[in-house]
């Protein structure tokens, strides 16, 4: 995103991303656990798929400008390694497991 900040002047963008599907928290909690902490667990309140809170972005905007800049669209589980390197490397007192 900072790419696409820059690319575009610097100037403060507003727009929604959005995967390859809907990704439920569960989803994702396991998803980044597989990636960063194999061994961890992953607790979470019962869930009630009539109480979901569910936001699910619309990311033409950004894959428009993606594509504009040529910047390349990562898979969810490249984005997590990703961020977890970013945590690691960047924020040194930030521990990924």
Request: negative net charge; contains cysteine.
């Amino acid at each position: 995103m900072n790419k696409l900040s820059t690319a575009c002047g610097g100037y403060h963008l507003r727009f929604d991303t959005a995967g390859e599907r809907e990704v439920e928290v569960q989803e994702l909690a396991d998803a980044v656990r597989a990636v960063v902490a194999p061994v961890a667990t992953v607790q979470r309140a019962a869930f009630s798929p009539q109480n979901a809170d569910r936001y699910v972005g619309d990311g033409r905007m950004y894959r428009a400008l993606a594509r504009r800049y040529g910047v390349t669209e990562h898979d969810l589980q490249t984005q997590i390694a990703d961020i977890a390197d970013y945590l690691t490397n960047e924020l040194p007192h930030y521990k990924t497991n």
